[in-house]
């Protein structure tokens, strides 16, 4: 495989049935209890817990968005001007149970940088990740309470996740960094 070559490891149908069996797992959990309100992960944790929402058949008013931007450890390696975007959260976080999206699981900063965004907001009850991939490779000791699938894939390799909302199609893909 090439550097600029991306071998796909999932099709838009494995895409599909992989995102089901996640909503299925929350499903499970909250069937025991946890009601969760929803927070995607600015870019494509957003898309991601909207479709949980509804696939979870949940309330739009339990769904947030998550900017982490200025919550970045390698903020000045990223760019010189981040561009921030919106943070929107229609609930209250304080003693909420709240579920934490993003695409993909790797080092562990980007949801230690959504951990602080969110404390900043208010003091949950509970937090707890659901992540479409987890690939392995960890720099903290993060864990997903909620994997869609688990790719082992070498550190100097690449998961490349695209949603239809973003790219115009589901797959996810795996090239040379």
């Known amino acids: 495989m090439g550097a600029n070559q ?7 149908e494995e895409f599909s049935s992989i995102l089901q069996g996640l909503a299925q797992q929350i499903s499970q959990q909250e069937k025991q209890g946890e009601k969760y309100s929803i927070v995607g992960i600015h870019t494509r944790g957003v898309p991601l817990a909207q479709r949980l929402m509804e696939l979870l058949k949940k309330d739009p008013q339990k ?22 975007k919106q943070t929107k959260i229609p609930f209250d976080v ?3 149970r709240i579920l934490l999206v993003d695409d993909v699981l790797f080092t562990g900063r980007t949801i230690r ?5 969110l404390n900043d907001l208010g003091r949950p009850h ?5 992540v479409l991939i987890d ?8 864990q997903a309470d909620f994997v869609g699938k688990r790719l082992e894939v070498g550190l100097d390799q690449i998961v490349d996740v695209k949603l239809v909302e973003v790219d115009g ?6 090239h040379q960094r």
């Open 6 to 12: 991306t071998k796909q490891v999932l099709s838009s």
């Open 63 to 84: 769904l947030g968005i998550l900017d982490i931007n200025l919550y970045r450890d390698d903020l000045s390696t990223v760019a010189a001007m981040p561009v921030v």
């Open 94 to 96: 304080e003693h909420a």
């Open 113 to 117: 940088s959504a951990l602080d965004a």
């Open 126 to 130: 509970k937090i707890e990740l659901a």
């Open 135 to 142: 690939r392995g490779g960890r720099e903290l000791p993060i």
């Open 169 to 174: 199609v589901d797959e996810v893909g795996v």
